[in-house]
């Protein structure tokens, strides 16, 4: 089965700092990847995505993310974070299925941006 | 558009109740799942379901049970609740089999 794991569980960070949270998965077919942020007492809400073409991709935010495929590796970056930052970050991994591709989630991290 | 809505919010249930928790979306999405929270463990999926009449377990169905019954609605059951059921479930859809998920505003259950 599909297993996405997230390197970190914990990170703080202060303001302008730059961010890289890694997210690596299991899968070996074809993949489509996302990043979701969860801002405190909210829901989860996209970042980025990336389905096919230009491995880097942007998302909103300043945030970008680049799939590595002989890595299998999808990290998310930020070159300088700020207090409203502050979330938990989850990579999501898109297991292709004859139907019904699924969602598998990574454990989440939580980012703590200090003023 | 209302987007994905779950109620209740929260609720709090005995060892051994039973409950339903309801989602509804109006974005003729034709996939919907149920995700449950708890910290430290991510997101895992209960059930999905790719369209009115065809669900399917996702990685931690047990304990719960889905219907589709229309391409709106998506509820889940817990027939007979258990402490390590206590979680935040969050409620998803899509339009088709890959794509943007959209969420609910999360169910905070705690079973006692």
């Known amino acids: 089965a599909q297993s996405v794991s997230q390197h970190n569980h914990h990170v703080i960070l202060s303001e302008a700092a730059s961010l890289e949270l890694g997210c690596n998965y299991s899968?070996?077919?074809?993949?489509?990847l996302f990043w979701y942020v969860q801002y405190p007492g909210q829901h989860l809400q996209l970042l980025l995505k990336?389905?096919?073409?230009?491995?880097l991709v942007k998302g909103i935010k300043g945030f970008e993310a680049e799939f590595i495929k002989s890595k299998f590796s999808f990290n998310l970056r930020k070159p300088s974070v700020q207090w409203s930052d502050t979330a938990e970050y989850f990579c999501a991994v898109n297991e292709w299925r004859e139907y019904g591709n699924k969602l598998v989630f990574g454990a989440g991290t939580i980012l703590r941006v200090k003023s | 558009n209302a987007g994905v809505t779950q109620t209740p919010k929260f609720q709090v249930l005995k060892t051994g109740q039973s409950m339903t928790l309801q989602c509804a979306q109006d974005m003729n999405h034709e996939y919907m799942s149920w995700y449950r929270q708890d910290p430290g463990m991510g997101l895992r999926l209960i059930h999905y379901s790719v369209g009115a009449g065809i669900t399917d377990q996702g990685e931690v169905p047990n304990g719960y049970n889905v219907s589709r019954s229309t391409t709106e609605d998506f509820p889940l059951r817990l027939l007979s609740a258990a402490p390590s059921q206590t979680s935040v479930y969050f409620c998803?859809?899509?339009?088709?089999?890959?794509?943007?998920?959209?969420f609910g505003e999360g169910s905070r259950l705690t079973v006692l």
């Open positions: 998803a859809s899509r339009l088709g089999n890959t794509g943007e998920l959209f």
């Open positions: 990336y389905f096919s073409g230009d491995p």
């Open positions: 899968y070996g077919g074809t993949v489509n």
